[in-house]
């Protein structure tokens, strides 16, 4: 495997983060913890006024900030009300880049909400390359496509995720957040090998990392609950993608049975020493 | 079967329990191609029922266990058609109300709804003094309500996990505002919210005024008084702001 690309975007490199979560709002804008940076959940400050913005704004003063949405839809239709909303989320806070996932949510107006699973075809890549351009051009920062979880495929899929994924990156001229634990969850729903999948994405584009915990069924079926610890099959994978990649910006995502502080902190901690020994 | 060419709203009707036929969709080692839809299938219902629940504690408090049952009947007519989870209880107390269901349940689901658009509602700038009253409106935070039963009491004592008092029938002049970041909830006089009430639907103070009037809460011998007292007490709270 090839190791340490440049990347192709002239980003900064963050170091760790975690998710900015409701539970930890007002002990962070308060008493200002050491964290490297955080990244927020876009729809949730794409609001008026009121407390999400003013806790925002508290944050951004004093850490950098990356929104990540989970409604743009790029298999779906663009809303230009939501767009509106993403690109003043984006200059508030002065974000570096901006990502969502590479998935749709909705049809016919209806939204479920949810990261459900592209056909990979060429036809779908075609459309998402589209959306991707007509966004990035619409907020003139980058734009990082993520891999998300999934629990079914389509039976006319033509290539692998990790193509589907390399192919709209290259062809959208866009960056990747690749996220390790959507790898080895995705990987066992469906049979491939992780490590296959890391070795299929071009590494100069990915700026971003993201870790998180999962559930494992007994059956061995795994869902994407980001209620966990990180994992050791995902540390390992992360060491791996920080050799191919090399210091690329990381967050620990944990959204549900979220811990204290310090556990978070504790979790991010980690991830900054394997990160280090897998660049040494 | 091969992709439909409109496989993603084939994809909402399975997921939001419309049915239709899921064979476009290939399963893995562990779960066919049903298991694995189902998983999202179960996701959708917990989120929208957990995100309703978020969006109404006071109705959720009142209703109990019949909350799930609910949900599912509502979401089944009304899935979410906002890009944001926070809308989701748009359109629930009409909802309720189509349904027969008594006032306490749908003016709470009501004042729920009222409350929760208020946290993140935007703000205007406060009146100045010696400002053209012209531009006077109520704050886009603050909002009236006039339901026939006290049910804002209730939904004070689930905020506060305080006993719950029983619901009565009694007309209730209601004022909702942000004040920093929490919202607060008021029984104001009824001459105070006919006022506001005007400025709510967009009429100007003297139009707010006119319709004031014209209910018959302000009344010509005290009518002076009753304007000072209203827009002290909106003023006070910050429940009015500036145009301009
Ligand atoms: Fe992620």
Redesign the pocket.
């Known amino acids: 495997m090839a190791v340490r690309q440049v990347s192709k975007f002239d980003l900064p490199d963050l170091g760790v983060g975690v998710g900015f979560r409701v539970p930890h709002y007002r002990h962070v804008v308060e008493t200002r913890p050491e964290m490297d940076w955080f990244e927020v959940l876009s729809e949730n400050f794409m609001v008026e006024g009121g407390s999400p913005l003013y806790h925002l704004d508290h944050l951004s003063a004093h850490y950098p900030v990356v929104p990540h949405g989970v409604s743009l839809s790029l298999g779906g239709d663009g809303e230009p009300e939501h767009l509106r909303r993403l690109i003043a989320l984006c200059r508030r806070v002065n974000a570096p880049w901006v990502s969502d996932h590479l998935c749709f949510v909705g049809a016919g107006g209806v939204q479920t909400h949810d990261l459900l699973p592209l056909p990979r075809t060429r036809a779908v890549r075609d459309h998402v390359v589209r959306r991707i351009r007509d966004v990035t051009d619409a907020i003139g920062i980058p734009f990082a496509v ?1 891999n ?1 979880s999934t629990y079914v495929a389509h039976v006319d899929d033509e290539m692998p995720e990790w193509a589907f994924l390399a192919e709209i990156a290259e062809a959208a001229d866009c960056a990747i ?1 690749l ?1 390790v ?2 790898i080895v969850v995705s990987g066992v729903n469906h049979g491939f090998e992780p490590m296959d999948y890391l070795a299929g994405i071009p590494a100069e584009r990915v700026v971003q990392i ?1 870790l ?1 915990g999962h559930t494992t069924l007994p059956s061995g079926f795994r869902i994407d609950t980001h209620d966990h610890p990180v994992p050791d099959p995902v540390w390992a994978l992360y060491a791996a993608a920080i050799r191919r990649i090399g210091p690329v910006s990381t967050l620990v ?1 944990w959204d549900d049975n979220i811990p204290t502080w310090e556990r978070l902190a504790e979790e991010a901690a980690t991830a900054r020493r394997i990160r280090a020994e897998s660049l040494s | 079967m091969t992709l439909p060419g409109d496989w993603r709203e084939r994809w909402v009707d399975l997921v939001t329990g419309r049915g239709g036929d899921p064979s476009f969709l290939a399963g893995g080692p562990i779960k066919d191609h049903a298991e694995g839809l189902a998983v999202y299938q179960e996701a959708w219902r917990l989120r929208h029922l957990e995100a309703l629940q978020v969006e109404t504690p006071g109705l959720t408090a009142l209703v109990g266990d019949r909350m799930p049952a609910l949900a599912a009947a509502y979401f089944a007519v009304h899935p979410s058609r906002s890009w944001t989870l926070d809308r989701v209880a748009d359109r629930l107390a009409d909802w309720l109300a189509a349904q027969g269901e008594p006032p306490e349940v749908v003016e709470m689901a009501r004042l729920d709804h009222r409350v929760m658009r208020s946290f993140s509602a935007g703000e205007l700038p406060p009146v100045m003094l010696g400002e053209d009253l012209g531009s006077l409106a109520l704050q886009p935070h603050a909002a009236l309500l006039h339901p026939t039963t006290d049910v804002h009491q209730f939904r004070t004592a689930v905020i506060a996990g305080s006993d719950r008092p029983p619901i009565a029938a009694r007309p209730v002049w209601l004022a909702i505002w942000r004040a920093g970041r929490t919202v607060q909830t008021m029984e104001i006089p009824p001459a105070t919210w006919a006022i506001l009430s005007g400025l709510e639907a967009g009429l100007g103070l003297a139009g707010a005024l006119e319709q004031a009037f014209a209910s018959g809460h302000l009344q010509p011998d005290t009518l002076d008084d009753q304007v000072a007292a209203a827009f002290e007490l909106a003023a006070t709270h910050g429940m009015i702001g500036s145009e301009s």
């Open positions: 993520e998300p957040l996220d634990n959507n993201h998180a995502e």
